[in-house]
């Protein structure tokens, strides 16, 4: 289900902490709530929480906002309403219970090991909010010194987070504290999920900080052969990198201990089925993809002109929704290898919303892991993954289990793709805005197929080559695709 809902109206609102708006509704409705449901794409999950209460309100919500009357709330949630009423949607939900590893968890949602899972306080947090468990940020036995600031993000016009960059290494907890804090949230939350990520510098740390961690209550250990940002050489996707040194640690720690071992592997490399293989063959039941892939920290060209200020440039990771057809494609090419049938597969990179994460299970993941979205907007997001992915599997009468794999084996080589036809863009005249956006990428990065005569887009089917660039630059969506199969004329 989509929303007819602009994406402004949709960004100007805040996603505050403890929404204004909501606080001042005399009517008991969660404005705030409702428009979250609608950034993460949970449209149905916004329909639901409707209620009548608001079609003949005065709207005094808006007022109330930080910005007071930014964001056009009563407009939103009447455009929800014309939907509701349209559609008559049903709310079916399927559970997400599922297994890693053949260990039970509630849905298959972890917080990545990173900031975002970080002490008992903030996993507290996150599991009462939903998350069926984390894998903990990676424990070492190096010392950590961190530089300041070590975040930085290309952000669209909207000032949402496109690619997010960082340069931090791993927990900066002593192991005792860190032990401390495992073995306390397990007995506190004995059903959660417990993926313990860890770091050594030789075979001996290794097995020394598996032991550890499987004696305070791991349910599965992370191996990390992936951080890119380590200072100490020879580690993190130093390892990744070759195969010998990921089997050889996976066999150090798996040969001490009994609960499941998850290797992580770095994307940073061209294919990553060899080190996945080696994983295996170093007894690991499971690969976690992706860790950060290697890039330049943003920095200010004025600044470094100038050659003013805290002006080093350095190599980070980069995270976030950018990232993510990248780590579709790793996931995919780890489903499709047999011999890694049997391998547990943790898919991250860029997941904020429950379609994210239909992308990521339909190409083979069978447990999902998330941190710049959680950095971005919180725990709370774990609301709109559960309820949205319920409402899916609800309405298309699919299990999660048949969910997983689902579209695997239609990811063709490039050479399998169908050539000899074209799928034209399709023009809904009525609602476009004469802006003729279309027009001016044809011209000049497309086919010249479109023309703008009186302010309208007209497409000439003789020039067309179906190349869709229009449906993309469309600022109001109304070019759309065809997805009728044209054959060429030769
Ligand atoms: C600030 C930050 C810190 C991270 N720290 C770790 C870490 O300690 N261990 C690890 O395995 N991955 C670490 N990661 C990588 C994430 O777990 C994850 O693999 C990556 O960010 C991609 O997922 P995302 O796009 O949902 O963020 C870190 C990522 C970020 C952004």
Same mark, same amino acid.
Do not use: A, M
């Given at each position: 289900m989509s929303m007819p809902i602009s994406k402004k109206d949709l960004t100007s609102c805040l996603l505050c902490h403890n929404p204004m708006c909501t606080n001042g509704c005399s009517n008991g409705v969660d404005p705030g709530r409702i428009i979250r449901s609608l950034r993460f794409a949970n449209y149905k999950g916004a329909i639901e929480h409707l209620t009548d209460a608001c079609l003949n309100c005065d709207a005094e919500c808006e007022n109330f906002c930080v910005i007071p009357g930014e964001v056009k709330i009563k407009a939103i949630l009447s455009k929800c309403y014309e939907e509701k009423e349209i559609h008559n949607p049903t709310f079916r939900r399927l559970s997400l219970k599922t297994s890693i590893c053949g260990i039970p968890v509630e849905n298959p949602f972890l917080l990545s090991s990173s900031v975002v899972a970080s002490n008992y306080d903030m996993l507290k947090r996150a599991f009462l909010a939903g998350w069926a468990g984390a894998s903990f940020k990676t424990i070492s036995m190096f010392d950590m010194h961190e530089a300041s600031p070590r975040y930085s993000a290309i952000k669209g016009l909207d000032g949402t987070i496109q690619s997010f960059k960082n340069i931090e290494q791993l927990s900066d907890h002593s192991v005792i504290d860190n032990i401390e804090m495992i073995s306390k949230i397990k007995e506190e939350f004995p059903t959660k999920f417990l993926l313990i990520s860890i770091m050594g510098r030789d075979e001996k740390e290794w097995k020394y900080l598996a032991m550890r961690v499987e004696k305070a209550g791991a349910s599965a250990i992370e191996l990390n052969f992936s951080c890119p940002n380590m200072t100490e050489d020879d580690t993190g996707s130093d390892v990744g990198q070759i195969p010998s040194l990921v089997e050889k640690y996976t066999k150090a720690v798996t040969s001490v201990v009994n609960i499941p071992v998850i290797a992580k592997l770095t994307p940073n490399v061209m294919s990553m089925s060899e080190a996945a293989l080696a994983a295996k063959r170093g007894g690991a039941k499971g690969i976690a993809a992706i860790n950060t892939i290697k890039s330049i920290t943003e920095f200010s060209i004025i600044e470094n002109i100038y050659n003013t200020g805290n002006n080093q440039i350095a190599v980070g990771g980069l995270s976030g929704p950018a990232v993510k057809p990248i780590a579709l494609r790793f996931i995919s090419e780890l489903s499709q290898n047999e011999e890694l049938a049997d391998m547990h597969i943790s898919g991250m990179g860029g997941i904020y919303t429950y379609e994210d994460a239909i992308m990521f299970l339909s190409l083979g993941a069978k447990s999902l892991q998330v941190t710049t979205a959680v950095m971005e907007y919180g725990y709370r997001i774990i609301e709109d993954l559960i309820d949205g992915l319920e409402l899916f599997l609800g309405e298309n009468n699919i299990s999660i289990n048949q969910l +997983?794999?689902? /579209? +695997? /084996? +239609? !990811? !063709?080589d490039v050479k399998e793709m169908k050539r000899d036809i074209i799928i034209y863009p399709k023009i809904n005249r009525s609602t476009c805005v004469s802006c003729g956006r279309c027009y001016i990428s044809c011209s000049d990065g497309g086919h010249q197929a479109i023309e703008f005569i009186n302010r309208k887009p007209n497409l000439n089917p003789k020039k067309c080559v179906g190349c869709h660039l229009c449906v993309i630059v469309c600022p109001t969506g109304s070019i759309q695709s065809s997805q009728i199969e044209v054959e060429k004329t030769k």
């Open positions: +997983k794999g689902f /579209n +695997k /084996n +239609k !990811v !063709v």
